[in-house]
């Protein structure tokens, strides 16, 4: 993608763009931008199974994908299903909700001789739709509690935090510089979240750091892994005697993906301040880095080996990404959604969204290196090098 353009984007053009109806926004867009819904690509979405499965079965865990019914998300979500002692299973997310996703749930769970009605414990792991949309259903079905961190608790609640916070997202993308017309477009497609999974009711069970877990064949101790949302928490799976030696298993959610980058969505806590994505996201992946594993379960693809090499990769990824901006900020200054379409010339309303959480968390980076600076004026923020 080229990004010589210069910065300002001809009004013309924005309106033009925003009288499609969004199905066909959304297929006109660069592919390159959608794939940033949830996750970046970086790669292959779908790697071939290297003996992850089996490995874990070791363990009593069980990897089930669940199709998405968008491509954005880097491939099926991922539920993790462990025996648990006595009988029965743990889930550790439950997929996307809907009948379609439920069937395959069931049927995976039928697999490995369960049920949904088996299911005694329920572990969200971070407040994505496509990782907790299922969860009430699978309530519902089993009376299973629901755990998850506090940090992404009213996530899970209903009207989504989108909603709820609507006036706080409103202040904020319009001091980054977004059209009026651009934020209303955002926020009905993030509330449109409502409708992908059954909205839970209290009461939920909490998830915290350094929580231990007992499982029919491993323990589990809990990892808060802040960054890709500010609640998302790993467990750190480990064998609990038996054959083979000792293995040591993380379930990562979306915190290490082999081939995707976890996005960093723009979020807004409900002090009003934004919640520092990307910054807070590489400490905790140096924190996973510094893991002895065997096996990565991530949440979407099969499970991989050697997660240095991918935190490694990713590392790359954003240090070229600010390198990028900041050769994109010209003398005067730019708003973040200036660099948006700058990097991204196409981008529509709802892209903008995608992108400029991504912006925004390498511009912290930029900042914290005493590399940028911003200045608000006349309600407007605006990023200059240094
Ligand atoms: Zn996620
Ligand atoms: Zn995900």
């Known amino acids: 993608m080229k990004n010589s353009r210069t910065l300002a984007k001809p009004k013309a053009e924005q309106t033009k763009r925003r009288a499609f109806p969004r199905e066909a926004r959304l297929k006109e867009s660069d592919p390159l931008l959608r794939d940033r819904f949830l996750h970046t690509l970086r790669g292959a979405s779908t790697m071939p199974e290297r003996g992850g499965d089996a490995a874990i079965a070791r363990l009593g865990v069980h990897r089930i994908p669940i199709p998405l019914p968008f491509p ?27 009948v379609d996703a439920e069937a395959v749930l069931r049927s995976g769970l039928a697999a490995i001789g369960s049920d949904l009605g ?3 414990r329920i572990f969200v792991t971070h407040g994505h739709v496509d990782h907790y949309g299922q969860a009430s259903r699978v309530r519902e079905v089993s009376g299973a509690p629901v755990y998850v961190h506090a940090r992404d608790r009213r996530k899970l609640l209903s009207p989504v935090h989108w909603i709820a916070d609507r006036e706080l997202y409103e202040e904020f993308l319009r001091r980054c510089g977004v059209p009026a017309a651009s934020v209303r477009e955002i926020l009905e497609v993030a509330a449109y979240q409502e409708h992908l999974g059954g909205r839970l009711e209290e009461p939920l069970g909490e998830l915290a750091e350094g929580q231990q877990l007992s499982f029919a064949r491993c323990d589990a101790t809990l ?15 480990s064998t609990r005697g038996g054959a083979g030696g000792p293995l040591a298993v993380l379930l990562a959610n979306d915190h290490i993906l082999e081939h995707v980058s976890p996005n960093p969505l723009l979020e807004i806590l ?8 990307l910054p807070t996201y590489l400490e905790s992946a140096a924190r996973a880095r510094a893991l002895e594993l065997d096996w990565v379960v991530p949440g979407h693809g099969a499970c991989f080996v050697d997660h240095r090499r991918v935190i490694d990769g990713l590392e790359g990824f954003y240090a070229r990404r600010q390198e990028k901006i900041l050769s994109l900020i010209p003398a005067g200054g730019a708003t973040p959604v200036e660099l948006v379409l700058s990097l991204f010339p196409r981008a529509t309303g709802l892209d903008t969204y995608l992108v400029i959480g991504e912006i925004l968390g390498n511009l912290d980076l930029l900042e914290a290196d005493s590399r940028v600076g911003a200045i608000e004026r006349h309600g407007e923020l605006r990023y200059f090098r240094r």
């Open 118 to 120: 088996e299911v005694r």
């Open 270 to 277: 409900r002090d009003g301040s934004r919640f520092r994505a």
């Open 223 to 237: 990892l808060e892994m802040p960054g890709h949302t500010p609640g998302l928490v790993c467990a750190l799976l």
């Open 72 to 98: 954005q998300a880097g491939g099926p979500v991922n539920v993790i299903a462990v025996e648990e002692e006595g009988g029965g299973i743990a889930l550790f997310d439950t997929g996307i909700g809907g």
